[in-house]
């Protein structure tokens, strides 16, 4: 985890910028889910279970990214 830290501090601004822009996109679609079930359905709590589902996919994405940036930075092919 500390290691994953220093990463992140030694980033480059563009890289930062791009992965802000990227997780906001995940959180705005996980929104407009959100409000489309809820307004097609009429039901508010479907809308409230879905919306959370955009932080799973926020952090499958965290984890899936750091597994591929060890996996190709490590040498094992």
Do not use: W
């Not at 489309?36 to 009429?42: D, I, L, P, R």
């Not at 984890?63 to 996996?71: A, E, K, P, Y």
């Amino acid at each position: 985890m500390v290691d994953a830290g220093e990463q992140k501090i030694f980033m480059s601004t563009k890289d930062t910028f791009i992965r802000a822009f990227m997780a906001g996109v995940i959180l705005a679609l996980a929104a407009f889910f959100s409000i489309t079930v809820t307004v097609k359905t009429g039901n508010p709590l479907a809308g409230a279970i879905l919306f959370p589902v955009g932080f799973i996919l926020l952090y499958i994405n965290l984890i899936c990214s750091q597994v591929f940036h060890i996996s190709t930075s490590s040498g094992y092919r």
